[in-house]
């Protein structure tokens, strides 16, 4: 019995040890980040190295990252919420978990189509979700527009990602401000009748079907493009910047947001500010091939051989704001 | 006065005093209220609730209407919804039923070649997390697979007559395949410990070996087989991570679109409510039906010699076919991850991994050790007291199971930080110390939320272990002294080893391969193998992913055949 009591007491302690060893240290930068960890340690690890301020982090899907910030209320531990699409980062706004930051360095560094309204948050790094194709079986010059995907000669042609991804959810919000929601609807209905195969669960698998020949067109983040072409160059699939005589490509952010209730919110905005001059733009963006936020800074080579385009310069905050409707339109359209 | 000591709570001993005042004085009633509250059964009711509440926290997601939301829902998904999920749970309660019922009768009852090996090899698709099956099928024999391709540059040009791995068939084989060993698992110890007098009795009367199979040995089974089910039934109702690789629609999914889509954590909440109602009416039903059959057989079911010997094309059948399910849904997936992870070797491996690997197991060390003596502990209260109150404290406790694991973690951290508020202001009041936080943000809200979900995997089997317990034994060691503590050491924990073991290994292994909950409640820097393949695989770097994968088979497997093998030792 007493050998029983005192093996609890050792285990109790030992977990007692183990539960807060690591106290918080006020000089840290708290992450709360949907981007995954392999994207943003490298980021961390040189702003440490630089500043010696640690930073420590979490990752999980954003909508989660949300509501535990919520959940957790005044007594959050986080500082600093990072995401990977604008919607995301609209709906952490618009639910009161940012705070409005005002920094000179900030509003110059960022163009304000890439800035939540009231400075709430900031894209970091830029993508494009634009049109693959394969390029044994499609001459670009049949291609034009996202729009053009629906008609008829794209029959069994077209492989999509499906419509659960919030970054297809943000490519439907812009076609909603664009053209409307009767006509977007139109649109969806008549990608959906071009499917050659049911809806993939990423964007890889896309292009996996068209190299295999399962489709022959389909539209995908230009950073997945780019990891397939860098696993193996002789793919023979490439990029289409599609809408260049219309409102142009359609864009989005990976970017971040000061929390609301952030006990460091000075290092939290210097942090931002770090991220947005060139050392820092140029480390984020090559860690997952995208274009950096700061028109100043140079895009990596390997990036800008895919060519140069015209963005959509929509505000961001829309495709948060039509996210909503998005999700209802492909649904009512049997987008899956 | 009654030797056992827990039994005699309840007894009033002013039973002998006729004093009216006495009965009826306060001093009289608080003492009674506090005797209550800290008997074993209050201490067991307050612990049941500590799971329920975050349960029920979903459940308050009814405060806030959401008609718009609700509106789109039942106008265009629902229908599709339910179809989607009532296929799958009837596809794969079948599927399991079979493959695992099946298995466990020829292992645990028959002879044949390789039993032995069968016996504790048909377990290893436990270790396999359903979501790192679906991404290996789906990566093999999906067009652009290598199966496909093959076929289609060597042998033939069309493949249309080529199943369709992204169909609902194909998520419902998967499914099973990774699901069959909890049935398995459980339907085992029941043909193990049934008594062989059922089966020879059954034979004396006229039947023949198949025919005293399904209405003997089966329905003799049926506890164990049933607890096997409906952990099948939650686990394929509650997950997610399988069922989005491929983009299958279930009400799930409906549940994480009102969430990670429109952004309503009180429709979220109202749907996985509407969840757990069903459930619950499944368990209620299946639980009626088995009130007044008994089931305390006991003895060893076969010694070597006395097994049915399979002859012939009977035992290269059942060979044959238990070869095909381990090959299937174990040892190929195995080989694809260990290929995948020779690809990628140079980009992934790392000194993290060391480090994720430590946390995976830690957490499932712990969380087993704490389900499994809870599960226990309610397993004996369940069976002391059997009344209203108490059944169904405990019956909704287990619930958890079936709530998809995002969900509940939000009723969990909600809890939690809740607790945490009160506990700081607590403090203080008295100290002056302004803390941050105590639980919020550590690792006792990690378990806390493991438990509320995995609960019933431990108390499922631990309690139908106890159906052998009769009272007949109890009241027999009772008479020859051995009670309280003693009765449990000397008598029951022999009779429950089985059911303890496979309690553990359960909640060892569903900790191991869980993700959203840890997802969601860890602690900064408490990153799990689950986390890791979670990160990958949202990337759609599935071959990045092999390595944490095969890694987390690899450590789950350990402590699975040491604990089977545990299991298996024990004379009952």
């Known amino acids: 019995m007493n050998k029983l009591i005192h093996t609890l007491i050792f285990s109790f302690s030992l977990f007692l040890l183990v539960t807060y060893s690591s106290a918080a240290f006020s000089q840290e930068i708290a992450v709360y980040s949907a981007r995954k960890e392999h994207l943003i340690k490298p980021v961390f690890d040189l702003y440490t190295k630089e500043t010696h301020i640690k930073i420590k982090y979490l990752t999980d899907k954003a909508p989660v990252l949300l509501q535990r910030i919520k959940a957790e209320g005044e007594n959050t531990p986080a500082d600093l919420l990072i995401t990977v699409d604008a919607g995301n980062l609209w709906h952490a706004a618009n639910q009161g978990i940012l705070q409005p930051v005002n920094s000179d360095v900030l509003t110059a560094n960022i163009p304000s189509y890439l800035r939540g309204p009231e400075n709430k948050w900031f894209g970091l790094s830029l993508r494009a979700r634009t049109i693959v194709y394969s390029t044994e079986r499609v001459k670009p010059d049949k291609l034009s527009t996202y729009e053009d995907l629906a008609e008829a000669k794209w029959k069994e042609r077209l492989v999509l990602r499906t419509s659960k991804k919030v970054y297809n959810q943000s490519l439907i919000a812009m076609l909603i401000k664009e053209h409307g929601e009767k006509e977007t609807t139109v649109i969806v209905k008549g990608w959906v009748s071009n499917l050659a195969a049911p809806p993939f669960s990423n964007d890889t698998k896309v292009m996996e079907a068209i190299i295999a020949g399962q489709g022959d067109v389909g539209i995908v983040n230009t950073y997945y493009f780019g990891r397939l072409v860098k696993k193996d160059p002789t793919i023979p699939i490439a990029l289409f910047w599609p809408n260049q005589s219309s409102g142009g490509v359609h864009v989005n952010v990976s970017g971040a947001g000061v929390v609301n209730a952030s006990e460091n919110k000075a290092a939290a905005i210097a942090f931002l500010e770090w991220l947005s001059t060139e050392k820092a733009q140029q480390v984020f963006a090559d860690l997952n091939m995208e274009y950096p936020v700061n028109p100043d800074v140079p895009i990596n080579p390997t990036v800008a051989s895919w060519g140069t385009f015209k963005q959509n310069k929509i505000n961001l905050k829309n495709a948060g704001e039509n996210q909503a409707a998005a999700i209802m339109l492909m649904d009512r359209s049997g987008y899956k | ?572």
């Open chain 2, 1 to 572: 006065m009654m030797a056992s000591a827990s039994i005699s709570e309840n007894m009033n001993i002013s039973a002998c005093m006729p004093n009216r005042a006495y009965h009826y004085s306060l001093r009289n009633k608080s003492l009674n209220m506090i005797r209550a509250v800290t008997s074993l059964r209050g201490i067991a009711f307050v612990l049941a609730l500590g799971v329920i509440i975050p349960i029920l926290l979903i459940f308050s997601s009814f405060l806030q209407s959401e008609p718009k939301i609700w509106q789109h829902i039942v106008d265009t998904l629902l229908v599709d919804l339910l179809k989607n999920t009532l296929m799958l749970c009837i596809g794969v309660l079948a599927g399991t039923f079979v493959l695992g019922v099946g298995a466990a009768w020829l292992t645990a009852v028959c002879d044949f070649p390789g039993r032995k090996f069968f016996n504790w090899a048909l377990i290893l698709p436990l270790a396999v997390p359903t979501y790192v099956l679906a991404f290996v099928f789906i990566g093999l024999l999906d067009f652009s697979g290598p199966v496909q391709t093959l076929l289609r540059t060597n042998v033939v040009s069309s493949l249309k007559w080529f199943p369709n791995i992204r169909s609902s068939g194909g998520v419902i084989v998967v499914m099973s395949l990774a699901l069959y060993p909890y049935v398995y698992l459980l339907a085992r110890n029941a043909f193990k410990t049934q008594g062989k007098r059922v089966l020879e009795v059954s034979q004396a009367l006229g039947h023949s070996q198949a025919k005293a199979f399904f209405k003997a040995a089966l329905p003799m089974a049926r506890p164990w087989i049933a607890s096997g089910l409906m952990l099948v039934l939650m686990e394929t109702l509650a997950d997610f991570g399988a069922v989005s690789i491929f983009n299958y629609d279930t009400f799930t999914t409906g549940i994480y679109k009102a969430w990670f889509g429109f952004f309503s954590l009180s429709a979220a909440g109202q749907l996985s409510s509407v969840l757990l109602i069903f459930v619950f009416v499944v368990i209620i039903v299946e639980q009626q039906m088995r009130t007044k059959i008994q089931f305390n057989q006991v003895g060893k079911m076969t010694t070597e010699a006395s097994r049915i010997r399979l002859n012939g094309w009977k035992k290269w059948i059942a060979f044959g076919s238990l070869s095909a399910i381990l090959l299937i849904a174990f040892f190929i997936p195995c080989l694809q991850l260990l290929i995948w992870f020779v690809r990628s070797i140079s980009v992934e491996l790392d000194s993290r991994y060391i480090g994720l690997l430590f946390r995976s197991i830690f957490f499932s060390s712990i969380a087993a050790a704490v389900i499994t003596g809870l599960g226990l502990f309610m397993a004996y209260i369940q069976r002391q007291y059997s009344d209203f109150t108490t059944k169904w404290t405990i019956r909704l406790s287990t619930m958890g199971y079936a709530l998809p694991g995002t969900v509940l973690a939000v009723g969990v951290v909600i809890m939690v930080s809740f607790a945490d508020r009160q506990i700081i202001w607590v403090i203080k009041e008295i100290s002056g110390i302004q803390l941050n936080s105590i639980l919020n943000g550590t690792i006792v809200t990690v378990i806390f939320a493991y438990t509320v979900r995995f609960l019933t995997a431990g108390f499922n089997s631990i309690n139908s272990s106890m159906f052998r317990i009769t009272r007949s034994l109890d009241e027999a060691s009772t008479i020859l002294g051995v009670t309280g503590l003693n009765l449990l050491r000397r008598v029951h924990i022999p009779i429950l080893k089985n059911g303890l073991y496979t309690a553990a290994m359960l909640v060892f292994v569903d900790v191991m391969k869980e993700m959203p909950i840890t997802l969601m409640t860890r602690p900064f820097g408490w990153d799990t193998l689950a986390v890791k393949i979670f990160e990958l695989t949202s990337e759609g770097e599935w071959q990045r992913a092999a390595l944490p994968s095969i890694t987390l088979i690899l450590a789950g497997l350990i402590p699975l055949i040491l604990l089977n093998r545990k299991s298996e030792r024990t004379t009952i």
